[in-house]
């Protein structure tokens, strides 16, 4: 399934959430949300080393009793990136790819994983999902980044507005003139890359539209994007929460 690189999948875990404090151990079903996630990943085969990387010790302490690995880093830390980057520096393993899951995703597909995963054999320095959008809310909502690719599937830009924009048409026909997609917030690196992702300063795209990645393609990193035809339901605040469980997928 790694199509023979040494991969190591991370799974990021803040405690001190501004949308939601202490959702890692939230009970989902019996069980606390970092470990729905956990057993998500640790479906797929062939991983390296698959660790939790938090700042808190109630985590820490959750996620070793149900028979995790877990790395402590810094509570500094503004992105999962660069929680993955220290848990990298601190391995000391030779590594080929990190994948970074966030541990709101206790519904990630774990065929998801393996969609990215096929892009390892392209040495890609980035690697990420895309999603292409079929309902007129997703497209015009801010809350869902968008993504432009080129002819490879590169990433040209990511945006919280609709891109392209459609001159001449509708907007309630944008969707049967063209195809949209979405970015699904699930990212490979590669090893040497992830380093130096790090060490970039935030940059003006990416503090104008509060989008990390565009830190990355502002300074000429190529961002691979891979379709996939799973959806992703992430639980960012209490309300998605009880979407959820309204839904009855808990």
């Not at 390892?120 to 809350?143: C, M, R, Y």
């Not at 060490?199 to 990390?212: D, F, G, N, R």
Request: with cysteine; glycine share 6%.
């Amino acid at each position: 399934m790694m199509h023979d690189k040494k991969v190591i999948a991370i799974i990021p875990a803040r405690f001190a959430s501004t949308r939601f404090p202490g959702k890692p151990l939230v009970d989902l079903g019996g069980k606390p949300m970092i470990q729905r996630t956990y057993e998500r990943v640790m479906a797929v085969h062939g991983w390296h080393r698959v660790v939790i990387a938090t700042d808190d010790f109630q985590i820490k302490n959750t996620a070793e009793a149900f028979g995790a690995e877990v790395i402590m880093t810094r509570a500094d830390h503004v992105s999962g990136t660069d929680r993955c980057a220290e848990v990298l520096s601190k391995l000391g393993d030779a590594i080929d790819y990190v994948v970074n899951i966030q541990g709101d995703e206790p519904f990630i597909e774990p065929a998801q994983l393996q969609e990215l995963a096929i892009g390892f054999k392209t040495n890609a320095p980035i690697l990420t999902l895309i999603k292409q959008i079929s309902e007129v809310d997703t497209l015009f909502s801010v809350n869902t980044p968008k993504v432009v690719i080129n002819q490879k599937g590169e990433a040209l830009y990511f945006s919280r507005q609709t891109i392209p924009h459609l001159r001449g048409i509708a907007e309630q026909d944008w969707l049967s003139n063209h195809r949209f997609f979405k970015h699904i917030g699930l990212y490979a690196y590669r090893a040497d890359v992830l380093i130096e992702l790090s060490h970039l300063k935030p940059s003006p795209l990416e503090l104008a539209e509060s989008l990390e990645q565009l830190r990355w393609l502002e300074n000429g990193y190529t961002i691979q994007t891979i379709e996939t035809q799973f959806e992703t339901m992430g639980i960012d605040t209490p309300d998605d929460l009880e979407k959820i469980k309204k839904m009855g997928l808990l």
